[in-house]
């Protein structure tokens, strides 16, 4: 495979200057050895003219072939043969063309070296620019092999460096794309993040916690009948059904209101996530918030220690939310019926969003507390 189909990143800047070295490489070299050629022939003496005009007729016939492979993509092999051909036919006619070294054989020599570099890789340019040097020394000899070989090694060299120094400052200019982008996309879905969490929290702040608020204010001597409908309008505009912004269960983001719901009320509990938004009905968001508060309640009031983690993310489509702490535990199966904190406030709430809460703990090793919905 050439240097310029190699391996590379699709619309990059390196994509764009393999394919360029690609479609130009072979146009540069089949015109550039015309050019060379036609003032080549125009030097000849008139004795060696029929040689020299079926010389040019190869180097016309060549430049057509390298133009129509670097145009279209298409047979580079065929190129690189017409290429070799060519430079054996003129170097090997340098007797008949007017004798010793002639610089019509020299140029198209050089220029197709060069020319080489920028198409292909050093384990086909290194062996078919010796063997065309070869034969170009057996045929005009080795007088002039202490300058030529210099030569033609440092000028390709310059062309393959220039092309790797190309390369490579296309390759870092798309991975500073790259990285600029990535930012981009985290700085736009913290905003989205930051935003939907700012939404929710107001619409909580305007229904739940205005509720609450009246409730405390009001103690023993709130309507229960008033609190009720209450609750009832607030559960309506959460779920969407009351209509309005969220009459469709608006995705909300679940981990943005769980940090919420931390940020406020339980600064000893370690949060964790990974990083990415997982959008939620609005009603699964509020079910989980109230879930995971009721069960940071229970590690103050009965695991006895000072600290929780609290984690979300995903298994699959599944959302997954853990609340857990090394705390003194206890048995499940030993709670009484009337106890209703764990069933109501965390079973049941989340079962009746679609999603299913299993309480683990075991006296003496803490509790782990697993909200999943299937997230479809």
């Keep these: 495979m050439t240097g310029a189909r190699a391996a590379h990143r699709p619309g990059g800047v390196e994509s764009l200057?393999?394919?360029?070295?690609?479609?130009?490489?072979?146009?540069?070299?089949?015109?550039?050895?015309?050019?060379?050629?036609?003032?080549?022939?125009?030097?000849?003496?008139?004795?060696?003219?029929?040689?020299?005009?079926?010389?040019?007729?190869?180097?016309?016939?060549?430049?057509?072939?390298?133009?129509?492979?670097?145009?279209?993509?298409?047979?580079?092999?065929?190129?690189?043969?017409?290429?070799?051909?060519?430079?054996?036919?003129?170097?090997?006619?340098?007797?008949?063309?007017?004798?010793?070294?002639?610089?019509?054989?020299l140029n198209v020599l050089t220029t197709t070296a060069i020319t080489l570099q920028w198409e292909w890789p050093p384990a086909v340019t290194v062996p078919v620019t010796a063997g065309l040097l070869a034969v170009d020394l057996a045929v005009a000899g080795g007088e002039d092999i202490g300058t030529l070989v210099p030569r033609l090694v440092f000028e390709c060299l310059l062309a393959r460096l220039g092309f790797v120094l190309l390369r490579r400052s296309g390759r870092t200019v798309d991975e500073q794309h790259r990285r600029r982008s990535v930012v981009a996309r985290a700085e736009a879905l913290s905003s989205a993040r930051h935003r939907r969490e700012r939404e929710y929290l107001a619409l909580l702040h305007d229904t739940a916690a205005s509720t609450f608020l009246m409730v405390a204010v009001g103690g023993k001597d709130a309507d229960p009948a008033e609190v009720a409908a209450y609750a009832r309008r607030d559960l309506a505009?959460?779920?969407?059904?009351?209509?309005?912004?969220?009459?469709?269960?608006?995705?909300?983001?679940?981990?943005?209101?769980?940090?919420?719901?931390?940020?406020?009320?339980?600064?000893?509990?370690?949060?964790?996530?990974?990083?990415?938004?997982?959008?939620?009905?609005?009603?699964?968001?509020?079910?989980?918030?109230?879930?995971?508060?009721?069960?940071?309640?229970?590690?103050?009031?009965?695991?006895?220690?000072?600290?929780?983690?609290?984690?979300?993310?995903?298994?699959?489509?599944?959302?997954?939310?853990?609340?857990?702490?090394?705390?003194?535990?206890?048995?499940?199966?030993?709670?009484?019926?009337?106890r209703r904190g764990v069933r109501c406030s965390i079973v049941e709430r989340v079962a009746a969003v679609g999603g299913h809460a299993t309480v683990v703990s075991r006296p003496g090793r803490g509790t782990r507390v697993r909200l999943v919905w299937p997230g479809d």
């Design 17 to 105: 200057l393999l394919a360029s070295a690609r479609r130009l490489a072979g146009p540069v070299r089949g015109l550039g050895t015309v050019v060379i050629s036609a003032f080549g022939l125009l030097g000849l003496p008139e004795q060696a003219l029929p040689l020299g005009y079926a010389l040019f007729g190869l180097v016309l016939a060549g430049a057509a072939v390298d133009c129509w492979s670097g145009l279209t993509g298409r047979a580079p092999a065929l190129s690189l043969g017409c290429a070799v051909v060519r430079v054996v036919a003129v170097c090997a006619c340098q007797e008949w063309t007017g004798g010793g070294r002639g610089l019509w054989a």
């Design 237 to 338: 505009i959460l779920t969407g059904a009351a209509g309005g912004a969220t009459a469709r269960d608006s995705p909300v983001d679940l981990p943005a209101s769980l940090r919420g719901l931390l940020d406020r009320d339980r600064p000893a509990v370690e949060f964790r996530d990974t990083g990415e938004a997982i959008p939620v009905p609005a009603s699964v968001a509020l079910a989980f918030v109230r879930a995971v508060h009721e069960a940071l309640v229970n590690v103050e009031r009965h695991a006895r220690v000072d600290a929780a983690v609290l984690r979300v993310g995903r298994e699959g489509n599944a959302v997954v939310v853990l609340v857990e702490d090394d705390g003194v535990g206890f048995a499940p199966e030993e709670v009484a019926v009337t």
